[in-house]
């Protein structure tokens, strides 16, 4: 059962998408999100739209692992659309009875709205779903640099992930191995009211932590015997370089950019 | 031949929290071990083996005595990374030591550390894995390999810094028997063809007895020291310290118990097979 849970999953493929630099699908991501908040108008949410769409096209994606990202967002966009449809002030009403009015604005203004997170959720999926944990750990490190002249801990922060990302699987196997084990011994975790479930869970949680704490330790022993010490005149095997592709998308995310600005300078 | 790790009159103590008193480990403890050489330490649980290891490459410091790794003294922390570079050490539990969620950035992880450029950390990384016969999983995520497989990796992580010696602390006791051997196979073959000095520290003396030296720790202090041959030979000794001598040594010990007289050192099948089959 909890060999179903994925984070940050990761489709291998070799598009252009794939293949461009992690900072470069960041960067260009930050220029999307900012174009879809600058976007007022349909006209420019297609714009927005005919972006995405062909980034999507471009990757070999399939448009069916991204709506089945969007699902458990659902809740979050209904309750947007409802907040928004009920509290924006309009002048075409459309519906008003006791203290609740619905406007024409409002209605319009949700639409808007839930479209927007949409994109914007479907663009950070196509980002993860495209690259690798480790080569986006990598970016961030990367684009994060010039924090370090700060004493931001970039390399730090980096190599956590990592660490975490790694453990991951490690640690949802140990937590199959214990729940087996107390199942084995009579523990029930599925039956029973809420609070007996949430109970059940303490002999899970004891274990998994003490467990997890023994296995920092060793990690830590073993990190020091291969010479680690800190990020400090540390190299990497896989230098991260510009290549003409990086060029070429950041060409299309600047166009993006430019263009909804347009749009909303003429008021589209 | 050269030195690799000399011990000298070690002593060396856990300490003891707030008011229990510390655990004292060894309190005179004196070996060396050759450039090149296979040694296997063996020993009961709780006898220091794992301590000792630990002394080889800094990660504990002595109390009392000196260790000299490639002459260093182990306490000298100005030339830590270099001690550490040259003492490579893979643990029992292999997922605890891998750290990164590719085999092959894992291989990476320790010459990336020393500050090597690009070009030749992928030399590195994939003679390594090449050596550990391991090249073809090298885009694989460590989680989905089988403990064997995870346990060569370690090892190429290891050998990726190019060692002169690899201390390994029990690697075989988490697998199963084609984990255990496939270890083995690489630990034997690192140490023939690449002159490593390999230390084993195991619980099996099957391993133990393809090493060119044995050592026997009981209690802080060495027991037997010799050949496997010399020191398996010694049955009645190692059983006072609750220790086993290999099936093949243990099978003519009992038949030698009933009258026959077989030499004690025949140490692999083939060989325990002719003796008997002689004296009958």
Known sequence: ?268 | MSEAIRVEHLAYEYPGVEDTPGVAVFKDLSLSLEQGSFVAVLGGNGCGKSTLAKHFNSILLPCGGKVYVYGIDSANEDRLIQIRRSVGMVFQNPDNQIVANVVEEDVAFGPENLGIAAPEIRNRVDKALRQVDMYDYREHAPHLLSGGQKQRIAIAGVIAMEPKCIVLDEPTAMLDPKGRREVMDTILRLNREKGITVVLITHHMEEAAQAQRVIVLHKGEVALDGCPEQVFSQIEKLHAIGLAAPETAELCYALNKEGFSLPLDKLDIDSCADAILKSI
């Open chain 1, 1 to 268: 059962m909890l060999k179903d849970i994925t984070l940050g999953q990761y489709f291998p493929g070799t598009s252009f998408i794939h293949r461009l630099d992690p900072r470069t699908k960041l960067l260009v991501l930050i220029v999307y999100i900012v174009a879809l908040f600058v976007a007022k108008t349909w006209v420019s949410y297609l714009v927005c739209l005919a972006f995405l769409a062909l980034c999507i096209a471009i990757s070999t994606i399939s448009l069916k692992s991204i709506f089945r990202g969007l699902k458990p967002l659902v809740f979050i966009l209904v309750f947007t659309g409802v907040l928004n449809i009920f509290l924006t002030d309009g002048e075409t009403v459309l519906v008003k009875w006791w203290i609740i009015t619905i406007t024409l604005e409002g209605v319009v203004r949700a639409v808007y709205m839930i479209v927007r997170i949409m994109m914007l959720v479907s663009a950070t999926f196509l980002l993860t779903y495209t690259t690798s944990p480790i080569s986006l750990t990598d970016g961030l490190e990367s684009l994060l640099s010039p924090l370090k002249k700060l004493h931001f801990p970039v390399h730090e922060l980096a190599m956590m992930m990592c660490i975490a990302l790694r453990f991951i699987p490690t640690l949802i196997e140990e937590t199959d191995k214990i729940m087996s084990a107390q199942r084995s011994r009579g523990a029930d975790f599925e039956s029973g009211k809420l609070m007996e479930r949430v109970r059940a869970l303490i002999p899970i949680l004891v274990p998994l932590f003490i467990g997890a704490f023994r296995r920092a330790d060793e990690l830590a022993t073993a990190m020091e015997c291969r010479c680690y010490h800190g990020g400090e005149g540390r190299t990497k095997m896989k230098l991260l370089r510009y290549k003409r592709r990086d060029y070429l998308a950041f060409l299309a995310g600047i166009i993006l950019l430019a263009t909804i600005i347009t749009l909303r300078c003429f008021g589209w």
